[in-house]
């Protein structure tokens, strides 16, 4: 387990998840930190800066000038090693399974040997402090880093990831997650469980804008993120990914509901 200790980092930071090569996405939420006077080292990726979107490298580019702060999220581990599938955690046949055949090849034929080798050193949980308080951030869990926890899963699957997480650092006051895409934020015993959301592919909403979390003096605030989603749409159709999460980045809507919890689901079709 690669393990990074930050120390204290500034009163006010951005923790964000799945840029998803969404370009656009990474240039406007780090444009609203400039505005918000947050650091570039106060900017912190749970992990997925490439995925379904259209511009791989120059997102990676992009994150690596931001100082390239974050963990590894599945698709940077799988990536690291040319894997021959994102390790997503889709079920076998899944609308998102079948899917990721399109634009995980895409993804993986960009990597440069540079970038496999950037991905294969980031770690695998990050530890930060603000006010006092110490937090851990990781993908999806330590157990399995593609594992999908939702806001609505019962107590004792977050008190067992939160038992997982302490066993390899320590005591914490808060879990920052990512992978399930959803921004939220549970408290679970003495410890806050927040996700970040992604900023790369909105919530599944109904609207284009993504989420991101402002931690500030140890408060969580989930944010939205609008940025030029009919330009991201506009590129991924130019290099043939059109599959589906093209139109969500424009509907707000995800092409497939089968990776949520039968309660999450909209009863939208295809």
């Known amino acids: 387990m690669n393990i990074k200790e930050l120390g204290p980092v500034a009163a006010r930071a951005i923790i964000y998840g799945g840029p998803y090569s969404n370009l656009a996405a990474l240039a406007a939420l780090r444009d609203q930190a400039a505005i918000s006077g947050v650091p570039p080292d106060a900017m912190i990726c749970t992990g997925d800066v490439v995925a379904y979107g259209a511009d791989p490298m120059a997102t990676v580019d992009l994150f690596q000038s931001?100082?390239?702060t974050g963990i590894a999220g599945n698709c940077e581990k799988q990536l690291a090693v040319s894997a021959a599938d994102c390790g997503c955690g889709f079920a076998p046949g899944s609308t998102c399974e079948v899917l990721s055949r399109g634009w995980?090849?895409?993804a993986d034929q960009a990597m440069t040997d540079s970038t496999r080798a950037f991905f294969a050193n980031l770690p695998d949980i990050i530890t930060f402090t603000q006010n006092h308080q110490r937090f851990a951030v990781i993908h999806g869990g330590v157990t399995d880093i593609s594992r999908f926890i939702w806001p609505g899963d019962a107590e004792a699957v977050f008190a067992a990831e939160i038992a997982a997480i302490q066993s390899e650092v320590g005591p914490i006051n808060g879990v920052i997650a990512g992978h399930c895409g959803m921004a939220f934020e549970r408290q679970i015993g003495t410890v806050r469980w927040i996700n970040a959301g992604v900023i790369g592919m909105p919530p599944h909403d109904g609207s284009p804008d993504t989420e991101y979390v402002v931690l500030e003096n140890g408060q969580a605030t989930i944010m939205r993120l609008p940025y030029d989603a009919q330009l991201s749409a506009h590129r991924m159709?130019?290099?043939?990914?059109?599959?589906?999460y093209d139109r969500a980045l424009i509907t707000g809507y995800w092409p497939s509901e089968a990776i949520l919890p039968?309660?999450?689901r909209l009863g939208l079709t295809a």
């Open 104 to 106: 995980y090849p895409f």
């Open 66 to 68: 931001l100082g390239g």
């Open 262 to 264: 039968p309660s999450m």
């Open 237 to 244: 159709r130019a290099v043939g990914l059109c599959q589906g």
